[in-house]
């Protein structure tokens, strides 16, 4: 009898499992919310799987830098929970390979697939993979070099197959070709475009530099901002150099030639997984994990709480959930992934989680939500962002308070700007974390 019985679970669990959809995750890197919304932009394959389900137009990082993005999203604690403020802060003395979203996957009966950057730095635990492939970081030496001191780009004189991210696309097309005799998670984790700038000079040739716009940008936009504030932005730093240089719009043409050369890559694994036996039962979950500066705000690089550091693509596609062609206004950050992914799987959310689902967003774009986006870089550094507000408080106690409706660039700091504006701040402060943990023993050496 007890021998039938485990027969019947095993069965039952078998079938169960079976009928789960599939997870395409897709995470990239260094990617900021110029998709879909800059026209010099040329990302089609992007735009296409934005077409197949629903986008999200204010979506935002946990935090502004890759390690506790990544650690945040993945473990589904917040930076202020773990500790984990930046990339010299080690997530594997903060959170626990159980914790992490592929192990809950895996125990719920998920064959787990992985190759690229995940975790930073990798895939992190080996415990969380059934499959995970090494490799897909490496680019050939470029022939010239284009850099304006640390902001380093170059095209290249090879073959996209000569390159990292080539590799990683690949990955996921071999395992899409497979039979698997399990629901998957194929996790894979996109290098470009984080710095260098280092790709095929085709991509380069999708953007003449005579054609190349800045971003919107003040000069002295600084002058209204805290101390705290003015520090972050390091404009004495990148900015100075790339304006002392003259080049500014070659920066900038080399980001876009790395998005493009990203866009690719993602083309190639989309078409794998249309033309694959699991073309309509697979969940897409695309994510970037930060925003980028080209000199927004005299700031270059992410590590700031500004819009351009924060923003990031955010794109849905669950079978028999999403539309085509959704978008959602709502402002949501990337806590929600873990959550979300387990309801539509149906899988059950681990109590630690910090997040909340947003699948009846993805059900309905318009419905109602009073959710805030929150980040957080460094310790007790937390903005808050809604459809209208986004509100900054520094450690020190500065202040920003930007109103998006009327300042979409956040030029005015409205932080000192009268009596109506303290309730406003009062009311969004509910949102910033009760808990802030000192930062988490940093590694010597860490890089960005």
């Known amino acids: 009898m007890k021998s039938f019985l485990l027969l019947f679970f095993c069965a039952a669990l078998a079938l169960s499992a079976a009928n ?26 992007i735009d296409r799987l934005a077409k197949m389900g629903v986008t999200f137009t204010r979506a935002y990082c946990a935090a502004p830098i890759c390690n506790p993005s990544r650690t945040a999203l993945l473990s589904g604690k917040r930076p202020s929970t773990t500790g984990v403020y930046d990339n010299g802060n080690p997530y594997q003395a903060a959170v626990t390979a159980d914790e992490s979203l592929v192990t809950t996957f895996k125990k719920a009966g ?36 284009r850099s304006i001191g640390p902001i380093k780009f170059a095209p290249l004189d090879c073959d996209d197959a000569d390159t990292g ?21 194929l996790a894979l984790g996109f290098h470009k475009p984080h710095m260098p700038w280092n790709v095929p000079r ?9 054609q190349i716009q800045l971003p919107p940008h003040r000069t002295n936009d600084l002058d209204d901002l805290p101390p705290a504030g003015v520090q972050m932005a390091r404009a004495f730093g ?7 240089s003259g080049r500014w719009k070659e920066a900038v043409q080399g980001y876009l030639a790395a998005v493009s050369y990203l866009d690719a890559q993602v ?9 694959s036996a699991y073309a309509t039962n697979t969940i897409i979950c695309f994510w970037g994990d930060h925003g980028w500066h080209l000199g927004e705000k005299e700031h270059w690089r992410k590590f700031a709480l500004w819009e351009e550091a924060t923003r990031a693509p955010f794109i849905w596609v669950a079978p028999g ?46 419905a109602q939500w009073t959710t805030p986006a929150l980040t957080t870089h460094g310790f007790q550094n937390h903005a808050v962002r809604t459809e209208e507000w986004r509100y900054i408080r520094y450690a020190d106690g500065g202040e920003e ?48």
């Open 20 to 45: 789960k959809p599939n997870v395409l995750f897709i995470a990239v890197d260094d990617l900021n919310h110029w998709v879909g919304r800059n026209p010099q932009t040329r990302t089609p394959h």
């Open 110 to 145: 998920y064959t787990t697939l992985g190759m690229g950057k995940l975790w930073h730095g990798g895939l992190g635990w080996e415990s969380q993979w059934d499959v995970a492939a090494r490799g897909g970081s490496g680019y050939p030496a470029p022939k010239e070099d």
């Open 165 to 185: 991210d080539y590799k990683i696309a690949s990955f996921g097309i071999e395992q899409l070709g497979k039979k698997h005799g399990k629901p998957f998670f």
């Open 202 to 210: 085709k991509y380069y040739d999708l953007h003449p530099l005579d």
């Open 238 to 244: 990148d900015h100075a150099k790339v304006l002392a």
């Open 267 to 275: 083309g190639r694994v989309l078409d794998a997984c249309d033309k």
């Open 321 to 366: 959930v999403t539309k085509a062609g959704g978008r959602c206004e709502r402002t949501v950050d990337f806590m929600s992934i873990y959550p979300t992914l387990c309801e539509l799987a149906g899988i059950a959310a681990p109590k630690h989680l910090e997040g909340v689902s947003i699948a009846k967003l993805l059900r309905n774009p318009a």
């Open 401 to 448: 308070l930007y109103n998006h409706t009327a300042d979409p660039y956040e030029w005015n700091n409205l932080a000192k700007a009268g009596p109506g504006v303290a309730r406003i701040k009062q009311e969004l402060a509910k949102h910033f974390p009760i808990v802030n943990l000192p930062a988490a023993k940093r590694r010597a050496g860490a890089a960005e």
